[in-house]
């Protein structure tokens, strides 16, 4: 009898021990808490989707997809469970960045986030030669500005050409701002003289206050030459 009650008390200890090296304690015992954030990422004004957006949740971020989605399987820390707000940062090339504290509940948030588009856009450029002057053009483009066209910092045009040598040369030249029909839309020009043969093809530059710019490669169809944009020579 004093043998079995021996035997008992050893297998005792013995459990007690092996529950406190493996931390077994189901008081201090938490499961770890996730939840999905989900959302849509457009461009606020045209309502176009945003591809590749960064969306950056807390610690964790996501690209967003073609169609502009996300989808974060976020995990909580002990703080937002308590509905502490969490930062969320979504950026985008040539978008203003768009942050907001957000406050996630344990199951699903749709966080949907409307872009502020930043950088100017050249919507139509054109080289048109002036009738009766050999190598001398104009050269005429229209841009867009969602912030105004005030915020239009400069236009400038490319303009690659073969020189009386036959050595390749680029012009490099400003445009002004010549008319404004519209508060996000200016029209611009300039009269450019070659000294050589002009390229058949140029780019165009927009730069504007907020450090954003756009670009857009130009070339001349010999079969159906550019015409004016607007205006006269």
């Known amino acids: 009898m004093r043998c079995f009650m021996l035997i008992l008390i050893l297998l005792s200890i013995t459990a007690c021990d092996i529950e406190e090296y493996y931390g077994a304690d189901n008081s201090t015992q938490q499961l770890v808490e996730t939840t999905v954030v989900k959302g849509n990422v457009t461009n606020l004004y045209t309502g176009d989707s945003v591809y590749q957006a960064t969306v950056q949740l807390g610690s964790q971020e996501a690209l967003t997809d073609a169609n502009g989605n996300y989808f974060i399987n976020y995990l909580l820390s002990e703080d937002e469970e308590q509905n502490k707000p969490t930062p969320l940062r979504v950026s985008a090339d040539n978008y203003f960045d768009y942050e907001q504290n957000v406050v996630l509940s344990p199951t699903i948030n749709q966080i949907d986030v409307p872009l502020k588009y930043g950088a100017p856009i050249i919507e139509q450029t054109a080289r048109v030669s002036v009738p009766g002057e050999f190598s001398t053009y104009t050269c005429q483009a229209i841009v867009l500005d969602y912030q105004g066209w005030s915020n239009i910092e400069d236009v400038t045009g490319h303009f690659p050409y073969e020189d009386n ?56 169809n010999i079969y159906a030459p550019d015409t004016l944009l607007f205006g006269t020579q």
């Open 165 to 220: 040598n036959g050595n390749t040369r680029l012009l490099t030249q400003s445009l002004n701002r010549v008319n404004v029909e519209h508060p996000n839309r200016a029209y611009y020009q300039t009269r450019l003289e070659y000294e050589g043969a002009a390229s058949i093809y140029f780019w165009i530059t927009a730069d504007d206050h907020d450090g954003f710019q756009d670009s857009l490669f130009h070339s001349i």
